[in-house]
């Protein structure tokens, strides 16, 4: 057995990782800085994370109710992590993905678990979502290097959104997970500067914010007519459904489940998986810091630029011209191109980090459904592949013709919240049935993790509610 090295923070891309084997051990680090190397699938989670909630929903929320739910950038973010860590533990104590262990969640239906089927359902959503995001991507562009006169015209923006979708599928047709970490861990601190950057910029305006705000911001409030875009930031800021899911195939393939082994019962493999889990703790909570405050502040944009200003309030595109504007206004035109080419950056990062994520899961389902042996690692990559060229390919398709992401994105968030019910169920119904209770965590952890699925499903029944009144003002 091998002691960790700086030169082993990566699982051998020739090696499955989804195969536990004696001969794949590692000892896990001891010390703190020997575990920060270690760390990786946080990055990708919140490259997935930092984009498409942050700069069209929390802005948008920010926009309408001022500082008045700045606490619900908190909440919506901490309290899912605990559903996101036991997850992972879940992955590195057996070596599954979660859709292999969604699908053995009972009761079953037709052979498969629910959960199964509603993650194929789910697909649906993760469209939705993704489409908006390309589409904003697309226009932040558009409106930095139009093609053909007119930022806003249908080809142009139809060409930035071909241009989005080539790059992304070129990015991933070697499906290595070395190269989704490193280009999420660049894009993920360059958009946390950037937007904090951004929050500061705005000192100099007239439209600064003080201590005070944040302090209003901090007491547990709800503004009358806001509840549908703050069960959207529920779903989509911090980690969602579908990054709580990804997570674990990312928790995998960086080789913490491999490294700590197959579970032979044994003192030695509890050590190790314990060693393994303590560092996966790390990583997810090291990213949840660096999401919250990016999160916080593409809030604080929207609550203090554009709540002041009624006429202002952004819907879909207008999130990025609006802010885009005012930047140029105050500062000058570099203010508002800087603008753009961060929000076009967020966005697009969030693409690129759900090319690969949404590729596993989509593989993952398909297998469960007997399109193709998952443990076959050859076939498995093939499916990816395939499917990681698909994918672009249909959010860029519905993205042309969708001409407001921010509804997408929305819709998408109310969606993502019934998902989480069923993440959370599964997850404490995994932990309880197939979790070694030797790796797992004392009763704090234990109430925390409840109080996170409690709230998630919580959030999910009111989403439900939400979109079932929708739906009969609709047809009623």
Do not use: C
């Amino acid at each position: 057995m091998r002691a960790a090295t700086g030169q082993e923070t990566t699982f051998a891309k020739h090696k499955d990782p989804y195969i536990l084997d004696q001969a794949h051990i590692q000892e896990p680090p001891t010390r703190f800085g020997q575990r920060l190397k270690f760390l990786g699938p946080g990055m990708i989670t919140g490259a997935a994370v930092v984009g498409s909630g942050e700069l069209l929903t929390a802005t948008a929320l920010g926009a309408q109710v001022g500082f008045m739910l700045f606490w619900l950038v908190l909440v919506s973010t901490f309290v899912k992590v605990w559903v996101q860590v036991e997850l992972a533990r879940w992955s590195i104590s057996t070596g599954k993905a979660a859709i292999t262990g969604y699908n053995q969640v009972p009761p079953k239906i037709a052979g498969r678990g629910w959960m199964a089927w509603l993650v194929l359902f789910m697909f649906l959503q993760f469209l939705i979502g993704q489409a908006g995001v390309i589409g904003g991507a697309a226009l932040a562009f558009s409106m930095l290097f139009p093609i053909g006169g007119d930022p806003f015209s249908f080809m142009s923006i139809s060409l930035w959104v071909a241009i989005l979708v080539v790059i992304a599928i070129a990015i991933h047709l070697a499906n290595r997970y070395e190269i989704v970490e490193n280009i999420s861990t660049v894009l993920v601190m360059l958009v946390t500067l950037f937007a904090v950057a951004m929050v500061f910029l705005i000192q100099f305006t007239e439209y600064s914010w003080s201590l005070g705000d944040l302090g209003d911001g901090l007491r547990f409030q709800v503004a009358a007519g806001a509840m549908g875009v703050a069960l959207a930031m529920f779903g989509m800021t911090g980690v969602g459904a579908g990054e709580i899911t990804a997570y674990t195939y990312w928790v995998v393939e960086k080789g913490y489940a491999a490294w700590s082994g197959p579970n032979d019962g044994t003192q030695a493999w509890v050590d190790r998986a314990r060693g393994w889990i303590r560092v996966m703790k790390l990583d997810a909570w090291v990213s949840w810091i660096i999401y919250t405050i990016s999160t916080m502040a593409f809030y604080m944009l929207g609550a203090a630029v554009l709540h002041p200003q009624p006429d202002l309030r952004p819907k879909g595109n207008e999130v990025m011209t609006v802010i885009s504007s005012i930047f140029e206004t105050a500062v000058g035109q570099w203010g508002g191109v800087l603008f753009l080419i961060g929000a076009g950056v967020a966005l697009f990062k969030t693409i690129l980090a759900n090319v690969p994520s949404l590729g596993r899961q989509v593989a993952n389902t398909l297998a469960v459904f007997g399109a193709f042996d998952w443990t076959n690692m050859v076939t498995r990559d093939k499916w990816m592949k395939i499917i990681m060229v698909v994918l672009p390919i249909t959010w860029g398709t519905l993205a042309i013709f969708a001409a407001n992401p921010l509804e997408l994105v929305i819709i998408a968030g109310i969606l993502n919240a019934l998902f989480l019910i069923g993440v959370a169920i599964s997850t404490i119904y995994l932990s309880r049935t197939q979790t070694d209770p030797r790796v797992k965590d004392g009763s704090f952890f234990t109430v925390m993790l409840l109080i996170s699925a409690l709230s998630i499903i919580a959030v999910g029944v009111l989403s439900f509610r939400d979109v079932w009144t929708q739906i009969t003002n609709l047809f009623g």
